[in-house]
C-alpha cells in the first residue's frame, strides 16, 4: 500500500539534501584554458567568473585575446556545469522513489 507519510518525509529530506548539495555547489571553482594557457579563467558554481588570467604576450593581438578569453569562459562554465550535475545527482541518490512518469530531471536529480 501507498504510503503518503512515508514519500512526505522523504521529500522532507531530499528538499534538506538538495539545499546542502546547492550550497556545495555553489561553492565549488572549475579553471580552464585557452590558447595553450595564455588564457586562463575561473568560475564558480554559481556559474560566476571568479578570476581571468591573460598572459602579457596576448595583449598585442586583440582579436585573438576576445577569442580565446571568450573560449576559456565558455570551457569553464560547461566543466562546473558538468561537476555541478554529477555533484547534485550524488547528494540526492535514493531519496527518492523511480515514479514512473516523474520526470525530475529539470531539479537535477
Partial sequence: MFDMMKVMGKMK????????????????????????????????????????????????????LEDLIVAAVNKALEEIEETSAAEMKKSTEGLLPNIPGMDLSALGL
Fill in 13 to 64: 529530506e531530499a528538499q534538506a539534501k538538495m539545499k546542502e548539495a546547492t550550497e556545495r555547489v555553489g561553492r565549488l571553482t572549475n579553471t580552464a584554458d585557452a590558447g595553450g594557457g595564455m588564457i586562463t579563467a575561473t568560475v564558480t558554481g554559481k556559474r560566476r567568473l571568479q578570476k581571468l588570467v591573460i598572459n602579457p604576450a596576448m595583449l598585442a593581438d586583440k582579436e585573438m
